[in-house]
């Protein structure tokens, strides 16, 4: 949904309140899609304080889905997002193209599924667990072992990433033990 700025421009400090919809149901990033479960409007408080100058505060609730990365189980990831981002419109008249780098503007409209797909991917975790101590799938036969031990012998074919630091560390003084006799 695009929201004309022009129009607050015009009302000097005047807030203008926009309830605003967006139109994406997934959420994609680095290529993944992420299915958006929930969503708010967004409520938009825009006042311009002085001239050409515009203040956008944002306010809206997305509950994405996402696997966990171990478990790939799904899990919902809720973003109470409240933000506020300024665009300076005399800049623009004296450098063109200074505002390319604020994708949600184009010319004087503010792109509202852009504005929250850009603060989406800046509050979206590094890494998803559906708990922090999510002990994944078995990389033999595919088991959940949340759900309990599958019998399997892991301990050549899970390698070094899943070796508990404090036996890497012993590992590491034995190799250097045997090494130098
Ligand atoms: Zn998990
Ligand atoms: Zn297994």
Redesign the pocket.
């Known amino acids: 949904m695009l929201v004309s700025l022009s129009e607050v421009m015009n009302r000097r400090g005047e807030p203008l309140y926009v309830e605003a919809e967006t139109g994406f149901d997934v959420f994609r990033m680095n290529g993944v899609d992420y299915p958006v479960k929930n969503k708010t409007q967004v409520r938009l408080t825009i006042k311009s304080p002085s001239p050409k100058r515009v203040l956008i505060q944002a306010e809206a609730e997305y509950v994405l889905s996402a696997p966990?990365?171990?478990?790939?189980?799904e899990?919902e990831l809720s973003f109470p997002l409240r933000f506020q981002q300024e665009v300076d419109f005399s800049k623009q008249e004296e450098q063109p193209g200074s505002l390319e780098e604020i994708s949600c503007i184009s010319g004087y409209d503010l792109d509202v599924d852009r504005l929250i797909f850009e603060e989406l991917l800046v509050a979206f975790p590094a890494k998803v667990?559906?708990?922090e101590d999510?002990r994944?799938i078995c990389n033999i036969c595919g088991a959940d072992l949340?759900a309990g031990e599958c019998g399997c012998s892991r301990a050549e074919a899970a390698g070094e990433e899943h070796l508990d630091p404090r036996m890497a560390a012993v590992r590491d003084i034995f190799k250097n033990f045997t090494g130098s006799s």
């Open positions: 966990c990365d171990r478990c790939l189980k899990v667990l559906c708990k999510c994944g949340n």
